[in-house]
Nanobody
Framework: QVQLVESGGGLVQAGGSLRLSCAAS????????MGWFRQAPGKEREFVAG????????AYADSVNGRFTISRDNAKNMTYLQMNTLKPDDTAVYFC????????????????WGQGTQVAVSS
């Protein structure tokens, strides 16, 4: 049974930083591309960042490029999202996702999802 468990969310002031973690189990982690998505109240789930399986090439949404960094540790089955210079607009539930296929920005491209972790940024 595949499980993705996010942690590290919380309340932070604007300009602050958080590091999200995603622990994966039940899958051959190194064969999956990993992504982070977020969903704010009343909005659709949107792509934030992605990282490929082995080489670790990355992609970012324009809104977070230069502020967020995605990484992975295949030995520990972990994916991370370092978030710096946080803004109130970053407030959302953040989800970790895994794909066996090509890394993409669409929700439908990912087969497995975590339950999410809440990030709140105060102004």
């Amino acid at each position: 049974q595949v499980q993705l468990v996010e942690s590290g969310g919380g309340l932070v002031q604007a300009g602050g930083s958080l590091r999200l973690s995603c622990a994966a189990s039940g899958l051959t982690f190194s064969t999956y591309g990993m992504g982070w998505f977020r969903q704010a109240p009343g909005k659709e789930r949107e792509f934030v960042a992605g990282i490929t399986r082995i080489v670790g090439s990355t992609a970012y949404a324009d809104s977070v490029n230069g502020r967020f960094t995605i990484s992975r540790d295949n030995a520990k089955n972990m994916t991370y999202l370092q978030m710096n210079t946080l803004k109130p607009d970053d407030t959302a539930v953040y989800f970790c996702a895994a794909t066996k296929g090509l890394l993409g920005t669409r929700v439908s491209a990912y087969e497995y999802w975590g339950q999410g972790t809440q990030v709140a940024v105060s102004s």
